[in-house]
Structure formats: C-alpha cells, structure tokens
C-alpha cells in the first residue's frame, strides 16, 4: 500500500515556499505515495498547480495562536472538526515542518500530529520535541536556510531531490493576467518593487520615499519601467506619491498566482523579507532583498543570483536567532533598516554582514553563554592600538556579573555581548566564575580604571578621544581631569546627549566630524552596549567602548571603593552603601553566583540551540 504522508506548515506564504523543495522531494522519491499538506487558506493557493500535494486541508491556526483562545466554543469545535478530518486519512507519516520555538506552540504541533494517528512523527528538535519519533536536531534559526533544513526533515524518511528549487503554481491564465497588465515597450526593462513586508513585522519595511528615490533612479538611469507590487496594506500609495515617473501600480491586484506570472516577467525584483520576496525568487526573477532586524541566515532569497543588502550593524538580526522569537518587531530606532541608502540598495551591494569577530590573542571564558575575554590591562591597550590603525570599526563591552544576569533575560542584549569584537571582565565576580569553569581570567580588567589608562596611552600615541554620555556636564569635566592629568591628550568631543532613537543621527555626526579615533560611551548597560551595536557601521572612531559610570568615578562625582575592598571584590558593598537604591540590582548577584553553578558556561536554553556544531539528523526506524 503506497505511503500516506501529511506535511504540516502552518504559517505564510514565504514559509510555505520554502517547503516546496521538501515536497517535491518527497514527490520525486515516493510517486505513488499520497502527499497532503496542512496550511493556511492564505498560504494555500502557492500550491495551486505544482502536483506536489494530492490534497491541501486549510486550517486557520492564527485562531490558536495563544491559550485562552482554545477555550472559545468555535475555535474548540474546528479543532475537533480538524482532529477527525486527519484521522481519516490513515496518514503513516507526519512531517512538522516549524521550528518549536515555544512550548504553547510545541503542544498545538503535538497535538497535531496525535491527532492524525500517524506511528511516525518527524521534524525539527530543539528540546521540545519529545513528541517526535525521528529528528533532526534543530540548530537554531540561521544555523542553516530553512530550506535546507527541510530537506534534512524530508530526508528522515528518506526523500530527497537534485533539484532544489522553489516552487510555486502558475497557470497558463495567471501568465496571460501578467502579460495583459503589463503593456509596455519591448526596449524598457520590467523591474518590480514591493515597498512594504507583510502584516507579519513592520520593521522590516523600508522607507517609502527610499523606494520612490530607488525607482525613480532605476529609471533615470536603466530604462526601466517600475512595476509596483504587494497588498493593500503595503506602502504603495506613499511610495507613488514621491515618485517622478509613473509606475505600473498592482499592488492588490493579483492573486499569489498571477503574482508569481507578474514577477516572472520581471528582470529584476527589490524588497525588504517578506513572502511577496519569496514568490520572486520562486519565480526565476533576480533578487534584491533589504534586510534588517529578521535573520538573514534563515530567510535569505533562495536563489544562486539573488543578493542581500544589510548595514551590518551588530545588533542584527536580532528577530528570530537561536531557538527564541527576539525582537519580533525589532528595536525602537530601527537603525538598520533606517540607515540603508538608496546607494547601497542601488548598487546591487552583495551581502554586507557585520566584520567577521576576530577576537585576537588568548583565551575565553565562557560564562552563562557569554565569552569573557582572558585579557591584561596591557594586552588591551595593545589590542586597542592595533585597532586604531585599522579598517574596521570595533565594540568593546565592560562586562560584570550584573550585565551577564541581566543578559540572561534580554535576547537583544545577550546577541550584542557574543557578537561583540572584546567582552572584558569588569567584575570580580566573572574571575571567581571563570575559575570555577577552568578558564581563570589573569586579571579584572574594568571600565573605570580603562579609561583613565587608555587616556595616558592615547596621550602617548595622539590618538584622539570623545567622551558621549553621563549627565550634562559630566563628560566635559571628565575631559578637563584627563587633559589636566594628561597634557598631550585630545579629546576632540564631550557631550551628554542621550541613547532615544531620534538623537542619534545628530550624535553620530558630532562625533564622525570630531575625527575621534576611540569612542567612550556612557549611557550605562545595556543603553550604552545596544547604542553603540547598532551604529557602529557608520562610526568612524575605530574603537567604541561602554564605560558606564566611569566619567563620575574620573570626575569625583561618584567614589571608588578603598583599593583594599577592591582587592578582597567587595567594591560591589562600597557602591551599595553609597548607593543604597542599588539593592534590587545587587539582587543578581546571588542570582549569577546560583547560575553558574547550575549552568556553568551554557546560556539560557531558550536562547541557545541545544547542541551547537553542525546539523545532525536521529533517525529512530531502527
């Protein structure tokens, strides 16, 4: 009797393409085998034609998208419609195509596969899925293309295909819809653009009167005619209203088919992610995709000609990375997206990733996920040195128990610290933890005694400081202290200023037009970390450095502790009798202390992918 599978994608258009490879697999290997799949009725039509499914069952699972919607009386009767609609058909295999990023979303996929009775059940496994019979061990998102990784689920059962292309149905109607709204002269170029990203994540949109200076460019000085694309809820009408020259405008037009027909017509296709990008790649166009907080390394366009244009701001991605959602809609400044010109859209720019970390001489310590440095006062400004006379913009984070308990709470803040050039010990407590793990650090090595010493250095060698945050005031007297101490020294900037969003372009172009070669920042953890993540590519201070309260230890405005304290690690009590409002922050010290003997170098399982190094697959038939 020929096999019965059913293949589970519920989420949308994009994800449900990038099945499509794994489908067809499973079409190629077994030609006999009944192949269903189970998706969204928005989704759905991406299959319409293509053969690779006998039948699509719709569900509509952004019904059960939290708890207490399962208490709701017509959500609870389609469920139980949707348990016995799969029971009928007597499927052998289910294949869960998602990642089980949630528990809530583990249990609906789990009951999904019960609920179809089937004796093996297969997918990705990131430590929640106890419910699976085979397995692929899941990486975490951006170990690998999410197509790659459904192959690897497809070939548990032993499918797989030489030809890995996307597919997508377009009928002979859908190609003759394309070609009737597409009446232009044979000497212009069709290129599509889609200005918006899908209801999913406004912040991967790029601005609208970015798209309009890109299209009206692509014009000007290709020949091109613009061809607008998407839905109703997309930028269009914003995009339009700025544009020179006018496009053809079909945005909510078409159907996902005739869509696909559209594009197909098209030499080329500029976007940010979303699925409407997907559909482009499905359809043979050559891709250009903007991309900011989503995660690159997963959702890339499919396709050999395709390129990705990023900022490379270090905090990016920051939305789905590791086993965890992140930043669904990014961060408030949304720097990468914002900062991307029409230049580096224009110029075909390939995939411009953040610098490869290169993290120089030494060892690590690797403490609750986070890797600590194992660096000297003086290997430090010798580092600091060598990357002044360099290329590349580099991050620095000072980095004590406080941050490492408070990164174990924040994806953000917990991505910027492993993405970081340098992590120093600033915390007597991290050379306690270091040493318990067998990785002993040689010395602390703090922010508040960095600063006066990279000063001297830098008065040595003339390389030219800027001193940005603290209170007003605080930074320029700090200035005055360090230049008093040091008469050689420059500091070509001091200003407060502040870490919001909308201040950050003026900040950026006070200290770029300083010629400042070391950026101090401090904002405080993790303000001044995030800040400096995210506008690190267009600093031009070739080293950027929180300093959290260093400006009032230089200042006098805040006291140190006796050296003696300081040598026995107990600065942490001076502060606290100081600064008796501290104490809920000093709450994480025991908590860092616990966890590091429970989890010694391991991070949060939520944030990590549970067994790091490439992709291996568990087959259990045996």
């Not at 179809?116 to 419910?131: E, I, S, Y």
């Not at 005694?449 to 030219?464: H, M, T």
Request: net charge positive.
């Amino acid at each position: 009797m020929p096999e019965r599978f059913l293949a589970v994608e519920l989420a949308d258009i994009g994800d449900l393409i990038l099945i499509t490879p794994a489908l067809a697999a499973l079409r190629e290997t077994y030609p006999e085998a009944r192949i269903d799949v189970l998706t969204t009725e928005h989704a759905a039509p991406i299959l319409s034609g293509t053969g690779l499914a006998d039948e699509v069952i719709l569900f509509n699972k952004f019904a059960f998208d939290h708890p207490k919607n399962l208490i709701k009386p017509g959500n609870l009767r389609a469920a139980l419609a949707l348990a016995r609609r799969l029971r009928r058909g007597h499927y052998d295999t289910v294949l869960i195509f998602h990642h089980l990023t949630t528990r809530f979303g583990a249990a609906k996929y789990a009951a999904l596969a019960f609920a179809a009775g089937a004796k093996r059940r297969v997918g990705l496994d990131n430590g929640k899925g106890w419910f699976l019979t085979d397995r692929v061990i899941d990486q975490g998102f951006g170990a690998q293309h999410q197509v790659r990784y459904w192959l690897e689920v497809a070939a548990l059962v032993g499918a797989s295909t030489t030809d890995e292309r996307l597919h997508i149905g377009i009928s002979e109607a859908d190609h003759a819809w394309a070609a009737a709204h597409l009446p232009i002269e044979q000497a212009k170029r069709l290129i599509a653009i889609h200005p918006g990203s899908g209801g999913y994540s406004l912040a991967r949109r790029w601005e609208a009167d970015k798209f309009a200076a890109l299209a009206d460019r692509l014009v000007d000085e290709c020949g091109a005619q613009i061809v607008i694309v998407g839905g109703t809820n997309d930028d269009a009408a914003e995009m339009i209203g700025t544009m020179r020259h006018a496009p053809i405008n079909l945005t909510g037009q078409t159907t996902l088919n005739q869509l696909a027909a559209v594009l197909a017509r098209c030499e080329r296709f500029y976007g940010a992610d979303s699925g409407v990008m997907h559909i482009a790649a499905a359809s043979g166009t050559q891709v250009t995709a903007l991309y900011g907080p989503s995660n690159h390394e997963a959702w890339h366009p499919w396709s050999p000609t395709a390129r990705v244009v990023r900022t490379g701001v270090r905090c990016s991605p920051c939305s789905y990375v590791g086993n965890t959602v992140g930043l669904r809609e990014g961060c408030a400044a949304r720097t990468c997206m914002r900062t991307l010109t029409v230049e580096d859209v224009f110029s075909l720019t390939s995939d411009s990733p953040s610098p490869q970390v290169e993290r120089g001489q030494g060892g690590e310590a690797n403490i609750l996920g986070i890797p600590i440095r194992a660096i000297t006062f003086a290997a430090l400004l010798d580092q600091i040195g060598e990357w002044v006379k360099g290329d590349v913009p580099r991050q620095i984070c000072t980095v004590n128990p406080e941050f490492v308990m408070s990164a174990q709470n924040d994806i953000h803040f917990y991505n910027i610290l492993k993405r970081a050039d340098l992590c120093i010990p600033d915390g007597v407590g991290l050379l306690w933890a270091a040493k318990r793990l067998g990785k002993p650090l040689p010395e602390r090595v703090t922010g508040s005694d960095g600063v006066p010493l990279i000063a001297e250095r830098a008065a040595r060698k003339g390389w030219k400081l800027f001193f940005l945050g603290a209170a007003p005031g605080v930074a320029a007297r700090a200035a005055e202290v360090l230049t008093a101490r040091y008469p050689t020294l420059q500091v070509v900037g001091a200003f407060a200023g502040s870490p919001a969003p909308h201040e950050e372009d003026a900040l950026i172009e006070r200290i770029n037009q300083s010629g400042a070669d070391i950026l101090f920042v401090a904002y405080g953890a993790p303000n001044q970390d995030k800040w400096i993540a995210r506008n690190l590519p267009r600093l031009r201070p070739r080293v950027s450095m929180g300093v959290g309260g260093a400006f009032d230890f230089v200042t006098g405005v805040a006291r140190r502790a006796p050296r003696g304290m300081q040598r026995l690690g107990l600065e942490w009590l001076h502060r606290l009798i100081h600064q008796p409002w501290r104490w809920r922050r000093m709450l994480r010290l025991p908590r860092f202390v616990i966890a590091v003997v429970l989890r010694g170098a391991r991070g949060p399982s939520r944030f990590e992918v549970l067994h790091p190094g490439q992709s291996i697959i568990i087959d259990r038939r045996g």
